[in-house]
């Protein structure tokens, strides 16, 4: 008997991220710094691709999963195992096939020799959250204009010299290479991360041009990591009416932000300290 061989794994290529919110996939390019709102088949396809799973046309609406069988992507028909299957059930279609091919060749989906790592995050109940007017997180705490306030300037302006003229895929690349893996990261106290907030607040007001969430969390993250701290970029979205916000997340609270975010948005992005499957 011949062994059973397995299906070739799926990853996003490293600059796609993907979330479900309610009942479909948001995807993220960041090359492109755009989100798509994937319609349900298409998401059903994609999650199959990673997860190793395949949902049948017949069963989509009883929400019933399959594993992927050997020969799935060939036009070679694969043995039925199971007696409720049709063959029709065990491999994709050819407009799927086709599909399949197309992410390949757009650089969003790759084969790789083993399973897709990260865990997607899913909100299919979620309502969302309110419309964010975020501002910065100002507290009545004096901070006189010091080096430490000029370095984080210095950072801050790294930040939106990245966002503005290399784009959004290079800063997050920047947010990854700075995680030193070697090294173990602390969590550091409440009052530390305020302190660190109120410092990055001030080089805020200096700043010339207003700071927005995304520039602020990066900006964050980044001065955390040279302090040896576990802090992560996090980026949520919502469908009905579509929204996106950034914030920094420790030890699995909001710094300096509403606590609602991580239960309301659908996770699309975090890293530097990107979440694995469990």
């Known amino acids: 008997m011949k062994p059973n061989k397995k299906p070739m794994p799926y990853h996003l290529r490293d600059h796609i991220y993907i979330t479900q919110f309610r009942e479909e996939l948001i995807l993220l390019d960041t090359k492109k710094d755009k989100y798509t709102i994937c319609f349900k088949h298409f998401s059903d396809l994609l999650v199959a691709l990673l997860e190793g799973k395949k949902i049948s046309s017949e069963d989509i609406l009883e929400g019933k999963q399959f594993p992927l069988v050997d020969g799935l992507l060939t036009e070679k028909r694969p043995p039925i195992k199971d007696e409720h299957l049709s063959s029709s059930d065990l491999q994709f279609s050819s407009t799927d096939l086709a599909t399949i091919q197309e992410l390949i060749d757009e650089s969003i989906l790759e084969k790789k020799d083993t399973p897709y790592p990260f865990q997607i995050d899913r909100k299919v109940d979620s309502d969302g959250v309110s419309n964010v007017d975020w501002s910065l997180p100002l507290e ?139």
């Open 140 to 278: 009545n705490k004096k901070v006189p204009l010091n080096l430490e306030v000029l370095k984080t300037l210095m950072t801050l302006l790294q930040i939106n010299f990245y966002i503005k003229v290399r784009g959004f895929y290079p800063t997050v690349q920047l947010i990854k290479k700075s995680r030193e893996n070697q090294l173990n990261y602390i969590i550091p106290q409440d009052e530390e991360l305020r302190d660190l907030a109120n410092v990055l607040n001030k080089a805020c007001l200096i700043y010339p041009t207003r700071t927005k969430c995304l520039e602020w969390a990066m900006t964050f993250v980044l001065l955390a990591l040279k302090r040896k701290w576990k802090c992560n970029l996090e980026v949520g979205v919502q469908n009905y009416p579509f929204m996106a916000h950034a914030w920094v997340e420790c030890d699995r609270k909001v710094v300096m932000d509403s606590q609602d975010l991580r239960e309301g948005l659908a996770i699309i992005l975090n890293e530097p300290f990107r979440k694995l499957k469990m």
